[in-house]
């Protein structure tokens, strides 16, 4: 972490005074998302992010003003990516039900999106009672299309397999609960679960759910 935060902010001086706001914007934001990894959310400070980025603090002044704006804007950041990411892959038309679900599924996990260090960022928001609010103003519009597109998927593989029994809001509630365990588990143990681990895992549960949908993964002896 050390070497990569010295090459960032070599290059940061470099382009410092010369690259257009949208580049310095994004350095500052992923200095922010270093800073928050390293110190926490109440740990990190203009300053902190500064330093990570090798920029000047009236630059982050300048397209912040507040930390407080600072972090808003790269938990908006981070939401949108996560956002824009699981709706280009449904873009395919060609794709059926079960794998526009699997889509979504994958997107929560992909190595760009599904990371101890971006996953901080998350954690720090759930963690802080003061931020809490923050969190679910700032995302509860994404999160909610998301839960939308979700469910109408739900529903048309329940339709297609005649899975009378199964709620699609109940299988939606417990996918968010695997998300969410799976995240920290990633940000607790990253030596010892990974993206890929959580993926076979949620389409074992989509397996018994939805059997004639999805197949379950199965372990090598």
Same mark, same amino acid.
């Given at each position: 972490?050390?070497?990569?935060?010295?090459?960032?902010? $070599?290059?940061?001086?470099?382009?410092?005074?010369? &690259?257009?706001?949208?580049?310095?914007?994004?350095?500052?934001?992923?200095?922010?998302?270093?800073?928050?990894?390293?110190?926490?959310?109440? $740990?990190?400070?203009?300053?902190?992010?500064?330093?990570?980025?090798?920029?000047?603090?009236?630059?982050?002044?300048?397209?912040?003003?507040?930390?407080?704006?600072?972090?808003?804007?790269?938990?908006?950041?981070?939401? %949108?990516?996560?956002? /824009?990411?699981?709706?280009?892959?449904?873009? /395919?038309?060609?794709?059926?039900?079960?794998?526009?679900?699997?889509?979504?599924?994958?997107?929560?996990?992909?190595?760009?999106?599904?990371?101890?260090?971006?996953?901080?960022?998350?954690?720090?928001?759930?963690?802080?009672?003061?931020?809490?609010?923050?969190?679910?103003?700032?995302?509860?519009?994404?999160? &909610?299309?998301?839960?939308?597109?979700?469910?109408?998927?739900?529903?048309?593989?329940?339709?297609?397999?005649?899975?009378?029994?199964?709620?699609?809001?109940?299988?939606?509630?417990?996918?968010?609960?695997?998300?969410?365990?799976?995240?920290?588990?990633?940000?607790?143990?990253?030596?010892?679960?990974?993206?890929?681990?959580?993926?076979?895992?949620?389409?074992?549960?989509? &397996?018994?759910?939805?059997? %004639?949908?999805?197949?379950?993964?199965?372990?090598?002896?």
């Amino acid at each position: 972490m050390a070497k990569k935060t010295r090459e960032r902010r $070599g290059s940061a001086k470099t382009a410092g005074r010369t &690259a257009p706001p949208e580049v310095r914007r994004a350095q500052l934001i992923d200095a922010t998302i270093d800073s928050i990894a390293q110190y926490g959310l109440s $740990g990190t400070t203009m300053s902190t992010v500064t330093r990570i980025a090798g920029l000047s603090q009236g630059i982050a002044n300048f397209h912040f003003q507040s930390k407080k704006n600072m972090l808003c804007e790269t938990l908006r950041f981070l939401a %949108e990516e996560h956002h /824009d990411l699981w709706k280009a892959q449904l873009a /395919d038309s060609s794709l059926s039900s079960a794998e526009k679900l699997l889509a979504i599924v994958d997107a929560h996990f992909h190595a760009k999106i599904c990371n101890p260090r971006k996953l901080a960022v998350w954690f720090g928001f759930f963690g802080e009672p003061a931020h809490r609010d923050t969190y679910r103003e700032l995302v509860k519009d994404i999160d &909610a299309e998301r839960w939308e597109v979700s469910v109408g998927l739900c529903r048309a593989i329940r339709e297609q397999g005649k899975y009378e029994s199964v709620d699609p809001d109940s299988v939606m509630r417990n996918l968010e609960a695997l998300y969410d365990g799976f995240f920290l588990n990633i940000l607790i143990y990253p030596d010892m679960f990974s993206g890929d681990d959580a993926k076979r895992l949620v389409r074992n549960f989509l &397996a018994r759910a939805f059997p %004639e949908h999805f197949s379950p993964f199965l372990e090598r002896s």
